[in-house]
């Protein structure tokens, strides 16, 4: 009889990637995948970021956990971020855990589980199999996207070297890694078979793309490739570093009409001080020229950004600086953390920790200034022509959709009235309306 396996994913984009890759693993060894109900096995693809991500995977394992003990799944096994940071206590604190896994690992668990579903192996404590390494270029030949919405991810590489000091990815993902160029245009293909129209580049710092291989300009130079690929609509650029941001780039965006006129670029902070704390690389000057050199040659460019409030050390003018800033600069979208304090990165050991209500209400300080911003924003397009992605049917007639300077799942949704068109349909719309995040709209 045929295995039965759900597939649960918390977390980024990266971490949905990670689950697709295993999914087409496991579909290829004869493993049928289930959304819910009663399972052979649960895989719970986990998160380890930050204190909110972090107990969250934890509530999630412990309800499969409940559900291993009811008996509609028989094996649990917890991969991805979580047991790669804490490979060390993990099994012995979650002894519901059949097995844990690091994101490298993925490869092995097909036959890792075909061993435990015939009983081989005896019992005992949890198994853990947590390596150091990252999928390479052939795993993610296996993956099997959703490409729901005719939107999909692409990771262009793993891990990170900028060390900032707020941050365990290079704990927990391993240093930068770059993928091949042929494997990631191979797998942009595959991406349109599977219906994609949007390919969203992502990676922990995607400017950084070549540089462990001494390139220069490898980012530009595979987008460039990628525009190339027939079938592909729209290319949008995740997760740029604030100091790499340069003329290549902006060139990018005023010469290719696939790539969207829209870029992710987390600055973090604005005051010197702490921008040096945070390990870095650029000043408040170089944020502000950036700005205005992006907005002076790429007219109508879509800008997004995320800060962190009460980081160590925030003195109160401090904070008035990043407000203030936010004023001024006018981000398109900006998402707000509090801080969080992450044992093992040098600022979890900094001294003039702020108390958790300061950074909360601080973050909420910021969201409240962008939210008239935004709403600002959304106002000014009412009567403007966009050009839209359908993702889904809305509920009660209509679809909901995404211009090109909203990426997925952040950045709020274009309501479409009377329209009965398919999921990755891109069309010119109207925009006749503003609500909070969505915007409202009707076909020309």
Not at 34 to 40: C, E, S, W, Y
Not at 95 to 118: H, N, T
Not at 362 to 369: F, I, K, M, P
Not at 425 to 442: C, Q, Y
Request: hydrophobic residues 40%; proline residues 5%.
């Amino acid at each position: 009889m045929t295995a039965k396996i759900r597939i649960h994913t918390l977390g980024c984009g990266k971490n949905a990637v990670d689950a697709e890759v295993m999914g087409g693993l496991l579909s290829e060894r004869g493993f049928a995948l289930v959304p819910g109900g009663r399972a052979d096995v649960a895989v719970l693809n986990t998160c380890g970021f930050v204190k909110a991500a972090k107990e969250e995977s934890i509530e999630e394992i412990l309800s499969l956990a409940r559900e291993k003990r009811r008996g509609r799944i028989r094996i649990l096994v917890v991969a991805g971020c979580l047991p790669r940071r804490y490979r060390d206590e993990l099994p012995g604190l979650l002894p519901e855990v059949d097995l844990f896994l690091g994101p490298g690992d993925i490869p092995a668990l097909p036959d890792l589980l075909g061993k435990m579903l015939r009983g081989e192996g005896g019992g005992g404590a949890p198994r853990a199999l947590i390596g150091e390494g990252a999928l390479s270029d052939e795993a993610y030949g296996h993956r099997i996207p959703s490409a729901a919405g005719g939107s999909a991810f692409l990771k262009i590489l793993e891990g990170c070297d900028n060390r900032c000091s707020y941050c365990a990815i290079p704990a927990i993902r391993g240093p930068l890694r770059s993928r091949g160029r042929e494997s990631l245009l191979a797998e942009a293909r595959m991406l349109v078979r599977r219906g994609a129209k949007e390919i969203n580049l992502i990676g922990q710092d995607i400017t950084a793309y070549g540089s462990d291989r001494g390139e220069r300009g490898g980012l530009v130079s595979l987008v460039r490739a990628l525009c190339r690929v027939r079938g592909v609509r729209w290319i949008r650029l995740l997760y740029l570093y604030p100091g790499r941001v340069d003329e290549g780039i902006v060139e990018l965006l005023r010469s290719e009409e696939k790539v969207c006129r829209y870029l992710d670029i987390p600055v973090q902070h604005i005051d010197a001080g702490i921008l040096r704390a945070m390990g870095r690389k650029y000043d408040p000057s170089d944020v502000y020229r950036m700005l205005e050199r992006l907005r002076a040659a790429v007219p109508g460019i879509f800008l997004r950004t995320s800060l962190i409030a009460g980081f160590p050390g925030e003195t109160r003018q401090a904070f008035e600086t990043l407000l203030r800033f936010v004023h001024e600069t006018r981000w398109d979208y900006l998402g707000v953390f509090p801080y969080s304090r992450e044992e093992g990165t040098p600022a979890g050991a900094m001294a003039r920790q702020l108390p958790e209500r300061v950074r909360e209400e601080r973050a909420r300080l910021l969201r409240d200034v962008q939210a008239d911003i935004l709403a600002a924003r959304n106002a000014s397009l009412v009567g403007s022509a966009v050009e839209v992605l359908v993702e889904r049917a809305a509920p009660r007639g209509g679809a909901v959709g995404r211009h090109r300077g909203q990426a997925p799942e952040v950045d709020g949704s274009v309501r479409l009235a009377r329209y009965r068109g398919r999921p990755g349909d891109i069309l010119r719309v109207r925009v006749t309306g503003a609500k909070e995040w969505d915007l409202r709209a009707e076909t020309d």
